[in-house]
């Protein structure tokens, strides 16, 4: 990894315009259900980001977990790399209604430098806890931080600025502190690794060995990027979810790290805790305060009460599994 920025060359972008409120009136959540399935057809016919801005007055929306914009009036911009047919493209979302034979439809390219400066802009060094350090890879770091973690989100989601990843940090920064002796070091799987900063932050602490997963390839590449880029590739293993979960004997680890929306989380609850060691922690983040009821239920079969920590509307729950040894 270098100080200069990634992905040098233009992205091709498409642009539609939608009104929302005239085709979903019904509710925010149906008008949310629409934007996904648009989204959800635009990663299929190739897209690699979407972002939906609001066609009045253009700001940008971040694409937050839990956040769905509620416009009347979208405009939606997915990302193509260069060298995607766009014809192709095209072709795929015609065919699935994304787009309408009467439709227009922007088509433009994009200077990298253009999309990179939305992360670059927010993205300075940061700290976390007591000794965790987080600065963006253009940063030389400062020889006084204790640990630091140089960060390249490329196009995943993770740099720290957002509530739920911080809570995370914060987490694994008390975490290490009261860790186990050299000799015992802990295993950790991050689940729903992004930008691969948990991951990294974990090996970067101590951990002994640590398994990134995402059902996103760009996010795999970018952990595997930022592990590299911070020294730590040989004890960090990027794979996909399947790979994981579905891996007889299931890995048992000492912490597993999850930082996706309530309903993933409640959906994966039996599977999640499955890959916790008894006396292992997990901890869940990207929880809305008023989604943590649900979330709780969900993972009531583990002892005791959760860690509860929030920052703004935002909350983490960190759950041990049964007795046994308590990393905090
Ligand atoms: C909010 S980001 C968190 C990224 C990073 N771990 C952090 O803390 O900043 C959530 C990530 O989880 C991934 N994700 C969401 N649902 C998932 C699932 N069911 N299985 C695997 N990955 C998932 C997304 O692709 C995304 O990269």
């Not at 060359?9 to 939608?18: F, H, I």
């Not at 019904?26 to 996904?36: G, I, N, T």
């Not at 007591?130 to 995943?156: F, I, K, N, S, Y």
């Not at 008023?290 to 079969?301: D, G, I, L, M, W």
Request: hydrophobic fraction near 45%; include cysteine; proline fraction near 8%.
């Amino acid at each position: 990894m270098t100080d200069t920025p990634p992905h040098t060359t233009p992205w091709q972008t498409l642009r539609l315009t939608r009104k929302l409120a005239a085709e979903a009136r019904e509710s925010d959540a149906s008008q949310a259900a629409m934007l996904e399935w648009m989204e959800a057809e635009l990663f299929d016919a190739g897209a690699l980001a979407v972002t939906v801005l609001d066609a009045e007055d253009h700001p940008l929306n971040e694409p937050l977990p839990g956040e769905q914009p509620l416009w009347p009036h979208v405009i939606v911009e997915a990302l193509f790399a260069a060298d995607q047919s766009m014809d192709q493209a095209l072709i795929a979302l015609h065919h699935a209604g994304v787009i309408r034979a009467d439709e227009h439809i922007e088509l433009d390219t994009l200077a990298d430098q253009v999309w990179t400066r939305a992360w670059m802009d927010d993205f300075k060094p940061m700290v976390f806890g007591e000794r965790l350090w987080v600065c963006p890879t253009h940063t030389p770091p400062d020889p006084d931080w204790p640990v630091v973690v140089q960060l390249d989100p490329g196009l995943a989601f993770g740099t720290g600025t957002h509530p739920t990843t911080a809570l995370c940090l914060r987490w694994l920064d008390q975490w290490a502190l009261h860790a186990s002796p050299a000799s015992d070091r802990p295993t950790v799987i991050d689940f729903g690794c992004g930008s691969g900063i948990l991951a990294v932050a974990a090996a970067k602490l101590g951990a002994q060995r640590v398994w990134a997963t995402d059902h996103d390839d760009q996010a795999l590449r970018a952990t595997q990027d930022n592990a590299e880029a911070n020294g730590v590739a040989a004890s960090i293993e990027t794979l996909r979810p399947d790979a994981l979960i579905g891996h007889t004997p299931i890995p048992k680890v000492d912490v597993v790290l999850a930082n996706i929306l309530a309903q993933p989380l409640i959906e994966l609850a039996p599977r999640l805790i499955d890959l916790v060691k008894p006396g292992g922690q997990l901890v869940l983040s990207g929880i809305l305060t008023t989604q943590t009821a649900a979330v709780k239920a969900a993972y009531a079969s583990l002892d005791g009460h959760p860690q509860e920590t929030a920052d703004g509307d935002w909350v983490c729950l960190a759950f041990a599994h049964q007795t046994g040894c308590h990393y905090n």
